[in-house]
């Protein structure tokens, strides 16, 4: 019926791998898309070495957003905390296997990989400019 | 299946862009009239008529395009006035759109009659624009906001209105027909028990005016805020009909030209109506453009209007319940205009509408600019398909037909 919802989509949105809380966690961070009331919130615990050991998200929203979380924490996990805040925007878009996404489920697919920002950040709040095509 | 009340067939051709084909030659599907409505070629001709023949600014000039630009924008404005049943044009003040009606009276008529403590009574059905304004005069003035409750089925709650009425409120400000439930409030009913108890009111008529007849001498109205865009007409452009002495009585909204009789380099007297409130060059093409729309709607007859929207969403709420899995929100057809808000079992609302547009629909998803009334729901997010004079039985089924396959792929 579509090709954006390829198969991918709909098992990591139906069968998420990373749903969940953890608790006690190193770093937790959430945030909602004003625009739709898609919600995320990601867990990570992190050791000495600064690698992700563990990895959940939590919240509500579309297949995309959702897909998109649990493929993102997918990636991360066993990753030093260094390299994943190089994760881009165009990495999460192929993760997703995702091409011409209109701007505004741009904004679903892309609330994962803010939330996880900001959180490694420790910023009081998302920015679209952590997810902005850089160089 | 034909409506008996309009030629649908007929209307369909009067707007150009419902023979847009996409992705991959499916016809448009248009049902997000409630965010808003297609436009006739009538209310394009006469924009661009405008722009081709008189554009001019008004009211100064005294050269012959000037002239007429302003008996244009003039004459649209009483064509407006008796299409809401008035008393004089000069009760109808341009604003870009609902929104800012509503912001009008509540930076000046609320501002001027308003203090720390007075009740303020909404509902639990409001659009964000009839929220916001009053939460930051609220937080500025300290004024105390009520909500009439909605019940289970997407009714107001009168008897708790009744006793929040003890309340001695100042203001009563309600949407008369809600953009999610589509529930038609009881407008004239909630007006007359807010001015037994002394209470001056708003109507926000963004979904009313749109697709029922309305009168606001009929329902007693105090304040009437409406948009062009929702009823056939441009962007850009809005009404707040405000009863004359409580226009009068107003201080200024915006200042600047036109809004003023004379200005000195410390002190100016306003304007007299309605431009103490229409500061700066108006939006003229968009009035002009405002004023072929309710002419339009004037000829197809808004109990003709809202006799064929029963009619669809009667039918549509019959198909819709059909789906095993979904779940309708609102009230029955018969206490609701053309909106339907659903959900389904297992599929987020977002990806509903994107696998409807890929088959021509356009639906809306999301909380539709009303937050609170989805919490009330314990809902995030709703899908909502709404009808105009355009829509034809056959879209319902197109709807309902490519709903069944979304909950396939997802199933």
Redesign the interface.
């Known amino acids: 019926?579509?090709d954006?919802?390829r198969e991918v989509i709909?098992e990591h949105y139906?069968n998420p791998t990373y749903r969940g809380v953890l608790d006690p966690h190193d770093i937790s961070f959430e945030d909602e898309n004003p625009?739709?009331?898609?919600?995320i919130r990601i867990d990570l615990r992190v050791n000495d070495a600064g690698v992700v050991t563990e990895a959940a998200f939590s919240g509500?929203?579309?297949?995309?957003?959702?897909a998109s979380a649990d493929l993102l924490l997918e990636s991360i996990v066993n990753k030093p905390l260094e390299e994943v805040k190089k994760i881009s925007k165009q990495d999460l878009l192929d993760l997703l296997g995702l091409e011409n996404l209109g701007p505004v489920?741009l904004k679903?697919a892309l609330l994962s990989l803010k939330v996880l920002k900001a959180g490694i950040y420790g910023l009081g709040e998302t920015d679209d400019l952590l997810v902005e095509e850089e160089e | 299946m034909m409506s008996q009340t309009l030629n649908v067939d007929q209307i369909r051709k009067d707007f150009p862009i419902l023979s847009r084909r996409l992705h991959g030659n499916k016809a448009l599907v248009y049902l997000d009239s409630t965010a808003t409505a297609q436009k006739p070629v009538t209310v394009i001709r006469a924009m661009e008529d405008y722009y081709n023949q008189t554009n001019a600014n008004i009211h100064r000039g005294v050269h012959t395009l000037a002239e007429e630009a302003t008996a244009a924008y003039e004459g649209a404005r009483e064509r407006i006035a008796k299409f809401i049943g008035a008393r004089h044009a000069r009760e109808v003040i341009f604003t870009r759109n609902t929104t800012e009606s509503i912001n009008l009276v509540a930076y000046s008529w609320a501002r001027k009659n308003l203090v720390s403590g007075d009740v303020v009574i909404l509902t639990e059905m409001e659009h964000h624009s009839n929220l916001v304004p009053w939460q930051i005069l609220a937080d500025e003035r300290g004024i105390r906001l009520e909500f009439i409750p909605v019940t289970e089925e997407g009714e107001l709650d009168l008897l708790t209105y009744q006793n929040l009425l003890e309340l001695r409120p100042k203001l009563v400000a309600f949407s008369q027909m809600s953009n999610v439930l589509g529930t038609i409030n009881p407008a004239r009913e909630i007006i007359e028990m807010a001015h037994r108890a002394g209470a001056v009111t708003l109507i926000d008529g963004a979904q009313s005016v749109p697709h029922l007849p309305v009168d606001v001498q009929q329902l007693g109205a105090d304040f009437l805020a409406f948009s062009a865009h929702k009823m056939c007409g441009p962007t850009g452009i809005g009404v707040l009909y405000g009863r004359r002495d409580l226009l009068e009585a107003m201080p200024p909204f915006l200042g600047g030209g036109d809004m003023i009789k004379r200005v000195t380099l410390r002190s100016f007297s306003p304007n007299e109506l309605p431009h103490k409130f229409e500061a700066g060059t108006p939006a003229i093409a968009e009035v002009i453009g405002f004023g072929a729309a309710v002419d339009y709607l004037i000829q197809m007859g808004m109990n003709n209007i809202a006799a064929h929207e029963h009619a669809i969403t009667r039918y549509a709420l019959d198909r819709l319940s059909e789906i095993s899995g979904l779940k309708l929100i609102g009230p029955s057809a018969e206490k609701k205009g053309g909106v339907c808000a659903f959900t389904m079992e297992g599929i987020h609302p977002h990806d509903i509408a994107q696998l409807l547009d890929r088959e021509g629909i356009a639906v809306r998803a999301g909380h539709h600019c009303a937050m609170p009334l989805h919490q009330r729901y314990g809902l995030p997010a709703t899908t909502r398909a709404s009808f105009y004079l355009y829509n034809t039985f056959d879209e319902v089924d197109l709807l309902a037909e490519a709903l069944e396959r979304a909950k396939e792929l997802f199933g």
């Open positions: 019926m579509d954006l919802y709909i139906k625009l739709c009331g898609d919600q509500h929203g579309c297949a995309i957003s959702q489920r679903c």
